[in-house]
């Protein structure tokens, strides 16, 4: 991101520091300059609603300190970051991957986290018995990105096809359980599951059949149009799914038709055990830990499987595909319809969990979450995405306990409104800094042993034509 | 009939905002072959910079003589937006130049919502109303028994924006077919790396790529301010889908097609919610983009893609 890379004059060390020093300082003078020409209207005025009309209000102090802060900050990125790879452009990644450097490291990773999910519950009773339902809440929703990360790496990272409604899926899921339950008073969460799952694969198949001859960025931008179109319809079909009211009243899921209530006939006096609000949501965090572990595993399996390496030749290069006998269209039909089932399955869970949903929880942003999840995971990464998950939604809700940023920025400050711009700058820095991905890269499971000279992250396609 | 052509008028309007955003997304892949997908957030930036010298003009400055203060605003947002532009393209696509085809369009998402949530945090989420500055309009069919009561009317803010876009294309085109700059421009679309072995800077032609768009966006930023008189961070994302729908429309990499496409949208727009319903008036937009892009990929006025091996 050197705003310009200026050649040095050949000549003593000494003199090349100096001018490297001075090089550096320009750049960030250079820097500041345009944050203060970018952030002039927006940070210097603040326009607000007053009594009769607009007011617009000065900030110069706030303005000021943006750019000093752009201009130290640039400063010290170009002398102790930047320095050493000076004349290199930032396009090409310096370093290995985390997991190349450390080959092991991945498959440790994995064992850890995995048990450590497995006991997490009763770690969090145990070691902080006051606020174990806030920890237990917070793992749900991580678990619950993750499934979704999961779902839709199969379709991004393996398969190749950006796809940007995937929170469609995740809708069609919370909603088919919603109104299943809500008009039959016979289905259960675990009853409406595979339906669920079988409808979101249903319209994985229909949202993904028009669309195989598209590819790249066309495909992405009408995905969004389909996701689109499903939550205005769902916003606007008042008398099915309640319009902006959205479904209330879903069932909680029953352990084998146990509830967890107090009184006869629930979990807790069947097992003889003093009734605890804590007991539904271990239940819940093994519920999406379970279903996450089968996302996981059927996605393993899958990748070893002729349909999972077919993917990710397919998003290798999808004329040579072509050309070598793979049916596109039916490789293409699988990832969709498989990706939607998972999303189909993280959406009945949460329409469980919540109780309610209404179409405000399937917007274009939710997609982009998980997306930048899969993406900051390293496309087609299964760990990455669980690092990613946890980073980014774990960081948030950390966000929310940063209470002595208050005294620094005052009392106003409000850390969660950070949120979405800090990810926002994440998918831009890391796709800049590392395109295949911060945690892991996922290379093909097969490929020629012969070493191209052009690596694949860069053969022709990304030329643009 | 009067309805009609009271619709017709509101149509072209609103055509003529999407067109001017659409041409900076066909410029943008005509040349890169990628979807500015920030490009719907920098016609907001320029949206908010208007708004914000429009209130710096009137209430700090007090400036009173409106069309002075329009051209003041118009100018300087142009000036701002593209500098946006000009830096958007510099962080988040330049780098990756040459990186695998995604990469380009998941920094252009993360941009996007950078964008949106800096202005959120800098200016608030609450929507920004103005009150109309420019009133008044000539009335065409005067309301009467014979036009069922319906008074079909030409405002003057609808002549200010279509004026003010037909001036814009008109220059616009000029600048394209006639100065070297926008023969470097042609150039690069056709081919990058015969336009550079024959001295054009093509980062450069890139940039500027960048920055007339932004300009031009700005300008359908401040007409959408003074049109609808209410702005927030979010209004990119929906105007941003429907100006790139129009570009497909029109046949992406084709200037006239932008306009083409844009006037087109801003005519279904109105008329389906003239005559059918307001609620689904966006899925028509999208169900239009996924029909072009699905079954006429070229749009109307481009060129066919042919798929290189």
């Known amino acids: 991101m050197a705003v310009s890379s200026a050649k040095f004059p050949s000549g003593a060390k000494g003199h090349q520091e100096e001018s490297k020093f001075a090089h550096a300082l320009r750049d960030a003078l250079i820097a500041a300059f345009l944050a203060g020409v970018l952030s002039f209207f927006f940070i210097g005025f603040r326009t607000d609603i007053a009594p009769g009309g607009l007011s617009v209000r000065m900030r110069w102090t706030a303005w000021i300190t943006a750019v000093v802060i752009v201009f130290v900050g640039r400063l010290l990125l170009n002398l102790f970051v930047f320095g050493r790879s000076w004349s290199g452009s930032s396009t090409k990644p310096k370093s290995a991957p985390l997991a190349e450097r450390l080959p092991d490291l991945g498959k440790w990773l994995l064992r850890a986290f995995f048990v450590f999910a497995l006991v997490l519950p009763f770690v969090a009773m145990y070691f902080f018995p006051g606020r174990d339902r806030q920890f237990i809440d917070i793992a749900i929703l991580i678990m619950t990105y993750v499934m979704l990360g999961w779902g839709l790496n199969i379709v991004v990272g393996l398969a190749g096809l950006l796809d940007l409604g995937y929170v469609a899926f995740y809708a069609v899921g919370a909603y088919s359980f919603a109104l299943l339950s809500t008009h039959f008073e016979f289905i259960g969460f675990w009853t409406a599951l595979p339906l669920a799952g079988m409808l979101a694969a249903g319209w994985g198949l229909v949202l993904g059949f028009p669309v195989l001859r598209l590819r790249g960025d066309y495909l992405a931008i009408v995905t969004l149009a389909f996701g689109e179109i499903i939550r205005v319809v769902l916003l606007n079909w008042y008398d099915f799914t309640g319009g902006p009211n959205g479904i209330s009243g879903i069932p909680k899921p029953t352990f084998f038709g146990l509830e967890f209530a107090r009184g006869e006939g629930s979990f807790a006096s069947f097992f003889g055990i003093p009734y605890s609000p804590i007991h539904r949501f271990v239940y819940l965090y093994y519920i999406i830990f379970l279903l996450a572990l089968i996302t996981n595993i059927v996605t393993m399996r899958l990748r070893a499987l002729p349909i999972g390496r077919a993917w990710e030749a397919l998003r290798e290069d999808e004329i040579a595909c072509r050309s070598l006998g793979i049916n596109t269209r039916n490789t293409k039909l699988t990832a969709f319809a498989i990706g939607a089932m998972f999303g189909g399955f993280a959406g009945s869970f949460f329409a469980t969990r919540q109780g309610f949903i209404s179409p405000e929880s399937f917007t274009f942003i939710e997609s982009a979450i998980i997306l930048a999840i899969v993406v900051l995971g390293g496309l087609g990464s299964q760990i990455g995405v669980v690092i990613a998950a946890i980073v980014m939604i774990g960081g948030t809700e950390a966000l929310r306990n940063l209470g002595f940023l208050t005294y620094i920025f005052g009392p106003g400050f409000d850390p969660v409104q950070y949120r979405m711009l800090l990810f926002g700058l994440a998918m831009v820095i890391i796709m800049v800094w590392k395109p295949r991905g911060f945690v892991t890269t996922r290379e093909p499971t097969v490929a020629l042993k012969e070493k191209k000279r052009i690596g694949a992250d860069l053969v022709a396609q990304g030329e643009g034509h | ?309």
């Not at chain 2, 926008?182 to 990058?192: N, V």
């Open chain 2, 1 to 309: 009939m009067e309805y009609f052509l009271q619709q017709l008028i509101n149509g072209l309007t609103l055509g003529s905002i999407y067109g001017l955003i659409a041409i900076g997304y066909t410029m943008v892949y005509g040349i890169i072959g990628m979807i500015n997908f920030a490009h719907g957030d920098i016609f907001m930036i320029g949206s908010f910079i208007s708004l914000a010298v429009f209130l710096i003009l009137t209430s700090i400055l007090g400036f009173a003589f409106l069309p002075v203060v329009l051209l003041i605003v118009l100018i300087i947002a142009m000036l701002f937006t593209a500098a946006w532009g000009w830096s958007v393209e510099r962080i988040a696509y330049r780098p990756l130049r040459g990186s695998f085809r995604l990469a380009p369009l998941i920094t252009a998402i993360g941009m996007s919502i950078v964008l949106q949530n800096f202005v959120q945090i800098t200016q608030g989420a609450r929507v920004k109303p103005l009150p109309p500055q420019v009133q008044g309009g000539i009335t065409l069919i005067p309301a009467s028994e014979l036009t069922g009561g319906i008074n079909v009317q030409l405002s003057y803010m609808q002549i200010l924006i279509i004026v003010t876009t037909v001036v814009l294309m008109v220059g616009f085109t000029l600048l394209i077919t006639r100065t070297p700059l926008g023969r470097a421009q042609r150039a690069c679309e056709q081919d990058r790396k015969m336009a550079a072995l024959l001295g054009v800077d093509v980062d450069r032609t890139i940039s500027l790529a960048f920055v007339m768009g932004a300009a031009l966006a700005a300008v359908a930023g401040c007409m959408f301010l003074l049109l609808y008189g209410v702005i927030d961070f979010y209004i990119g994302f929906l105007a941003g889908i429907k100006a790139f729908t129009a570009a497909v429309l029109g046949g992406i990499g084709s200037l006239p097609g932008a306009m083409l496409g844009g006037l087109l949208i801003g005519l279904i727009e109105v008329f389906w919610s003239a005559y059918f319903t307001v609620e689904y008036k966006d899925v028509a937009a999208f169900s239009i983009l996924a029909i072009v892009l699905i079954f006429l990929p070229s749009g109307l006025l481009g060129k066919p893609e042919v798929e290189k091996v």
